[in-house]
């Protein structure tokens, strides 16, 4: 099949969150079944800047209609591998900046122009690069009105540009909403400016677009699928999601397990695996090092996310006196909202030999935090997936998740079967927390037990190849 992903981000070269890691492992497992992928991206400073880049090669010239103007890009096309191009839409004016989505605390301006400016571009890019897609599978929000403005030009022209679209939904909470006259950028139909459009209370929503639109909706996993139907999950897209739930399908993410491979991770300074873990034990002895914690027999929590309400840490806040009376380590790396920095900042303070946080993005040190840590912690209010329950699971972290979203699909709690278990999943309450945390500590002091847990869970294959021959299964299916 000829297949062709959009996304508004890429690893290794653009990333803010999981969507990137998902893009990448997901395009190179189905090149290697292959398939011939195309992956379109805005091309970002990031891009711009790459070693990659300079072996690029102009492709096509767009000319992009935004309201009554008509703007200028480039295409780029980049060999990712056998059977895989990126092709980056250059417009210095709206990708060439420091971030992708905003300057720290604040969205750019003209978010609206911007992606609905990339929304066209791809769909321009398929016409003139004249891909004749089997699919289009569009991600999250950035790329949302792609799959409606795709048949659009398939209408005016008469050619065929894709036989389906695919629209995947990472996370619903970010829905890319703008003001109702944005709605003049995209050039559409006033028609679609409803309800039963791209309108949201009065608002304009491009996620609306991939959901109403695409042929198919995706998310990251089973239970999540089934979350964002109901009012307590859908961010206020749960009537239209009902609409089409018949079309919706929750497959959960994969990790790649080249990169995420304790036996031969260049980040730590020892390798192990399930039939030999004393490598860890050198992890978890530069890992206090590196983040000035002494050395302790007690347990060691990490912890790697976005500093947001989402990632539970009004949860974690509250129950972070649990660390400092046991005597436990618990280190953090992430960034986010300034109001859990701070309060991240004074617990490291006041509390120096027990706690800390790096308020950084460490790709590198995001692994040693997975090798050197005892147990992961997970208190998310919601998760569509999560990665790094996955990723603690194979570098033998036992993860402690709240029971949610894709943390319910891949972690088995050794509450519900003590046989299988790899991890301990709470509900995602100050009493779950506690309890889940109370819980750790007997399960570290039962070596045995806690030794099972991480085989258990060290023995889970989270593989792309898997999960990937569930798309490709999807996608021969739907045409
Ligand atoms: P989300 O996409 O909601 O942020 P996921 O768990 O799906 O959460 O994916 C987050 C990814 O970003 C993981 O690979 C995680 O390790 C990584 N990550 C998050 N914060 C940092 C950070 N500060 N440094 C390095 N990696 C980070």
New binding site residues.
Partial sequence: MKIVHAASELFPFVKT???A?VCAALSKSLAGFGHEVSFILPAYRQILESEAFKKAKLKVVLQIELDQDFLRGEVYALSLGKRQTLYVVRRDEFFDRTYPYGNPGRDYDDNDRRYIYFCKAIVETMHLLDIKADILHCHDWQTGLAPLMLRMEEQESGISLALKTFFSIH?LAFQGLFPSRSFRFTNLPEEFNAVDGIEFYEQMSMIKGGIFFADKIMTVSPNYAKEILTPDFGCGLEGALQVREDDLIGVANGIDTEVWDPSSDDALPAFYSKGNLAGKKACRSLLLDEVHLPQTEKPVYGM???LTEQKGLDLLLRQMNFFVKNDCRLII???GDQSYERALKRWVKAHPNHISVSL????NM?HLVEAGSDFYLMPSIFEP????QMYSQRYGAVPIVSAVGGLKDTVVSILDDPEKGAGISFEPTDEGLKGALNQSLKLFDDKEAYAKAQKNGMERDFSWKKVARQYEELYSDSI
């Avoid at 997936?385 to 790094?388: A, F, P, R, T």
């Fill in positions: 969150g999981g969507l890691d996370n790697i996310c976005r790396l992430g960034m950084r993005l460490d790709e995001s997936c999560g990665l790094n």
